[in-house]
């Protein structure tokens, strides 16, 4: 299903607090999470323990999800992290960090570790 | 107890009272979340306290001569260094550290520049209406917030200007309407009361909204004759009335408007927007307020515009300032630069992997006091003490009033502060160069 990823700061979830006094092994269940509206839930089959796996032509991730009345249909919302910036781009110079075109589906697999993401980004 | 000056946000609360005990800090009044995390970070368990060298995968620990003489090698080896960060220390570091790119000339930006930044480069063609906290706070009857979060990203914000009395608003709150303008109900839509307009504008729709309003606002009976940015037209006609009748009405403005939209910059028809309802409103005026979240965003553009003539992306040859068009986004994305040295902040995690891929492709020198996606990439990680905290010093606050930051406790093991680690690599340089 095709949804608009928005990225904002977000207190609860905020990326400088779980690096500098979280653990970081296990920071993807703080900041590897995203909020959809309750009938996207429903379009797309969703189930409590299930993941969503988010890509683009950027990237991808597995994440965590929670429905939330307030995020608007057709959006994906998620706090601004190192896992936001898998699909975030850059456009005429500017970084683009709101409203980018994502699919969305369904996983099994676990939310994505934060070393899974560096060692993609050292090109390892 | 002692009255000190949070430097969790930009907003630079100056009354936050700490008990001390001996090097300890016992108790903290008044901070919110935010601040609190930044004086936690004083003690944190994961702290950076020692110098890092990478090898591979780990980190190993290395003293104090050896980490300088492997900056000055890394510098000395680089002819196209990239520095950048800046906004989460004191204007005395930035200073220093704008030294040190014409030391080595290299190319230096700050986090202004993809942030609250960009809306100063549009005001150096149109001009813009601002104003301090304390006008806002004296005189200010309508607040709006454009694709601004104040609740989670400058916690206490709300509290100051909106539930405090001014000097010409003494009956406080009920005298005062909030507006919100954004695609998401965020938290900031919790704090509205029943004169408040809560308004949930289209994704990237803001320059049709702008655009309508420099049209027809503070035009007596003007409404659009359709659907504005998703607005009804009684939408509309609340948020018309207020941007006509109000005596200051002070627009907060966040990331949700600092992307382009339609080919056209936002910022800049919002500015144009503020000069029209000055013009045509009798009764009062409005202004600007940029609201970056970094502790001194607003500091660097002034250092650097004081001390160089140029607010940010300034790019040094023969140690003199050039003429450029980089940002810090073109630099990363051309791949132009052999070596990165980055100051409290974390643009491995804040930029898109693409260019956090072409950053990691580069040795990285770090200086920060935490870990964060920069630390575990970074060929070699210094640590200092953390500004404001155990450092004096000064920052601009987002609204462009100088504060002056109290150091509160001796940083560990002699942690020097930004400026001064700043200005040993400087010395050292010039020690190397000179054979000395």
Not at chain 2, 106 to 116: A, K, L, R, V
Not at chain 2, 164 to 185: A, N, Q
Request: a negative charge; charged letters at 25%; one cysteine or more.
């Amino acid at each position: 299903m095709e949804l608009r990823l928005n990225s904002v700061r977000m207190i609860n979830h905020d990326q400088s607090k779980e690096f500098s006094l979280g653990e970081l092994d296990i920071m993807e269940e703080e900041l590897a999470i995203a909020y959809i509206n309750p009938q996207d839930f429903e379009e797309m089959y969703l189930t409590a323990s299930l993941k969503l796996h988010i890509s683009n032509e950027n990237g991808e991730i597995i994440v965590n999800f929670e429905q939330d009345e307030d995020v608007p249909k057709g959006t994906v919302l998620m706090p601004v992290s190192i896992w936001s910036n898998q699909l975030t781009t850059v456009k005429d110079g500017e970084i683009v960090n709101k409203n980018i075109a994502v699919q969305v589906e369904a996983s099994r697999d676990p939310p994505t570790k934060l070393n899974v993401i560096i060692k993609k980004i050292r090109n390892e | 107890m002692e009255k000190i000056t949070c430097t969790g946000c930009s907003l630079l609360c100056d009354d936050i009272i700490v008990k001390k005990d001996g090097s300890n800090i016992e108790e903290i009044i008044g901070a919110c979340l935010k601040g609190v995390e930044r004086f936690e970070m004083i003690s944190s368990k994961h702290r950076v306290l020692k110098p890092y060298i990478r090898d591979g995968d780990s980190l190993e620990e290395i003293d104090w001569d050896t980490a300088l003489n492997k900056v000055v090698e890394l510098i000395n080896k680089s002819n196209n260094p990239l520095l950048y960060g800046f906004s989460n220390t004191t204007c005395e570091a930035q200073l220093k550290a704008i030294e040190l790119a014409r030391e080595i000339n290299g190319f230096i930006d700050s986090n202004s520049t993809i942030c609250q930044g960009k809306a100063l480069n549009v005001a150096k063609e149109t001009g813009f209406t601002t104003s301090t906290l304390t006008e806002v706070i004296n005189k200010s009857d309508v607040m709006i917030l454009w694709g601004f979060n104040a609740v989670e990203s400058i916690p206490r914000l709300l509290n100051k200007i909106l539930f405090s009395r001014g000097k010409f608003r003494m009956t406080g709150r009920e005298i005062k309407t909030i507006i919100i303008l954004d695609p998401i109900k965020t938290d900031s839509f919790n704090v509205m009361g029943p004169r408040d307009i809560a308004l949930l504008i289209e994704p990237d729709k803001d320059i049709e909204l702008i655009e309508t309003l420099k049209e027809i606002c503070c035009t007596e009976n003007a409404l659009p004759s359709n659907e504005v940015a998703g607005l009804d037209k009684d939408d509309f006609k609340r948020l018309q009335t207020n941007l006509t009748n109000s005596e200051y009405i002070s627009i907060f403005v966040g990331q949700g408007l600092l992307k382009n939209q339609e080919g056209k910059n936002p910022l800049k028809s919002l500015f144009e927007l503020i000069d029209i309802i000055n013009e045509r409103n009798k009764k009062g005026r409005a202004s600007i307020i940029l609201a970056g979240g970094h502790f001194n965003m607003m500091g660097f553009e002034h250092v650097a515009l004081s001390n160089t003539g140029q607010n940010q992306s300034l790019s040094f040859n023969n140690h003199q300032l050039i003429e450029s068009q980089e940002t810090i986004i073109s630099k990363i994305e051309n791949k132009d630069f052999d070596l990165s040295i980055i100051l409290g902040t974390d643009p491995i995690s804040h930029l898109p992997m693409r260019l956090s891929k072409k950053l990691a492709s580069k040795p990285i020198i770090l200086i920060d006091n935490s870990r964060s996606g920069t630390y575990l990439i970074a060929d070699l990680i210094l640590p200092t003490s953390i500004s404001g905290l155990e450092t004096d010093g000064t920052a601009i606050r987002l609204d462009n009033v100088p504060i002056k930051l109290k150091k509160v406790i001796d940083a560990p093991q002699n942690l020097l502060s930004d400026e001064d680690l700043l200005n040993k690599i400087i010395e050292k340089l010039r020690e190397k160069r000179e054979g000395i």
